[in-house]
């Protein structure tokens, strides 16, 4: 299916995926993505790719989102991993009022990044809310130019807010990143270059204008095709092509080591082995395979999307289904690739350790659950999915 692809964003992208390769080690040892490189990127407007055009910013397809997420996996993945996240986190623009949106993302450094909330309160105030509060696995945070404090709210005497329809209230709340106290808690195994760390903000004032409702069933105020399209499942299909990037880059690698080495008590090179023949065409039909499902998938719910209709129930089910089978299917290719570099592999000289722990790193989250299973497993049998999952 015939998807739009902005080729200037891509032509960006491959421009700096050497840059980003070549960072590698850097990233991994500081736990953030060099101030240098976050400028290049920002610079490329790749940040701000989902931001909408009355803002400046890119409002790309969802197919070209991934595509971008996908190549700079190929590079390194946390870069991947940051990107995603800050790309997703400012579609939030398409709700906000214009005048704060303006604010928030006009400026071509804008980076957004957002957290989990720890026991976050909000309480309002004349004009607002004051929020206190903690939010995890921020990835970003440090480069981030404004942090997003999602939570519920509550009364004065600490009874929860509800709406008419009896359901919590609860908002996204916006404030500059420079009025969040950061705590160092990224000590992890892979995606080590995300910087996910926590921040924490306590009695902050936050302007009404810089609040939307969370869930976003607030009014859209953008009309592009990509704003019909869930946080939910754009952060499903970001983590999706990471996963994806990140297995093509170890895969790569070992089809070119396989070139070159002759493993002990062999007589030929890796690539004439029969078995390692068999390995890699099983290896390559797997993630072509999830790749294909994916834009496949995304493909046809933005043709609905370009028509003005948000996504079929089918479709939704059929994009968080492919997002969650190529994240597990590209640590399977990972860990294929991984295994059979042998000893080579483990080596962090070699291009294959840190992305075995990246992917699965990646493998470990939210939208890798397969409780996404259970969820499209529920719609093939005419039952309802949460909506939780789409």
Known sequence: MSQPIDSRVLVATHMLAPRIAADG???????????????????????????????????????????????????????????????????????????????????????????????????????????????????????????????????ADGTPLRRSDGSPESRI????????????????????????????????????ERTVSWPRDAERREPGPLYAFSTGLLFATGFASAALGIARGALDAFEALAGVKQPRAHQTLLRDNPIEQVRVAHAEAALRAARAFLHESIGAAWETATRGNEPTIEQRVLLR?????????????????YHAAGATAIFESN????????????????QASDTHYAATGRFFFGLEPPSTSL
């Open 351 to 366: 291009p294959f350790e840190r992305r075995f722990r990246d992917v699965h790193a990646v493998s470990q989250q939210i």
């Open 321 to 337: 289904l492919a997002a969650t089978s190529a994240i597990h299917r590209a640590a399977e290719v990972t860990r294929t690739a």
């Open 25 to 155: 080690d850097e990233i991994e040892r500081d736990r953030r993505l060099p101030p240098s490189l976050v400028a290049a990127l920002a610079g490329a407007g790749i940040f701000r790719m989902l931001v909408p055009r009355s803002l400046g910013g890119g409002e790309v397809s969802v197919a070209t989102f991934s595509r971008v997420v996908e190549t700079i996996g190929g590079a390194d993945g946390s870069t991947a991993w940051c990107v995603s996240q800050a790309a997703v986190s400012a579609t939030v623009a398409a709700f906000l009022p214009p005048e704060s949106a303006r604010e928030i993302f006009g400026q071509p450094g804008a980076i957004m990044a957002q957290g989990v909330g720890q026991q976050p309160r909000a309480m309002p105030a004349a004009g607002g809310y004051r929020v206190t509060g903690k939010w995890s696995f921020a990835s970003g945070c440090r480069h981030a130019t404004w942090l997003n404090a999602a939570g519920p709210v509550y009364d």
């Open 173 to 208: 709340m916006m404030f500059p990143a420079g009025q969040a106290e950061i705590h160092d808690t990224w000590q992890v195994s892979g995606l080590r270059g995300t910087g996910s760390d926590t921040y924490a903000i306590r009695d902050l004032f936050i302007p009404e």
